[in-house]
């Protein structure tokens, strides 16, 4: 004889409980899919961050590079440097031969949208005060 009971009774599970597996696996894959997205927010925003300071860096040496014998060209050359690698200069100075360039660089966060990285470098002689 089969009956229902509305709590456990010798061993046999209460019948509202059936499906409650498929819940749960539906919220565990909810938190591991939030994870993930975190995880890649954080990564794309990180690469955007190197990419604005490998330009910013480049674009002061190649400022530096001819800050004192053209010092009109060098940071037309920061500029160049700086698009070439994907990012837009922001401002670029020479003081005694050091460069000092700023950029910043424009990516897309999924799910929050366009925002920017920035980044400064300096570059100059050996000899030249920090």
Avoid: K
Avoid at 46 to 54: E, F, L, N, T
Wanted: glycine letters at 8%.
């Amino acid at each position: 004889m089969h009956r229902e009971s509305p709590a456990w009774e010798d061993g046999v599970r209460h019948v509202r409980e059936r499906g409650s597996a498929t819940i749960w696996a539906m919220a565990l894959m909810t938190v591991v899919w939030a994870v993930a997205m975190v995880v890649v927010q954080v990564g794309v925003a990180r690469v955007a961050r190197h990419r604005a300071q490998s330009a910013a860096d480049l674009g002061a040496l190649g400022a530096a590079r001819v800050a004192l014998a053209a010092p009109d060209e060098a940071c037309e050359r920061a500029e160049a440097i700086t698009t070439v690698n994907g990012a837009s200069l922001r401002s670029c100075s020479l003081s005694d031969g050091v460069a000092e360039v700023t950029v910043r660089v424009r990516f897309l966060i999924p799910l929050l949208g366009p925002t920017t990285a920035a980044a400064s470098a300096r570059a100059g002689p050996v000899g030249a005060a920090a």
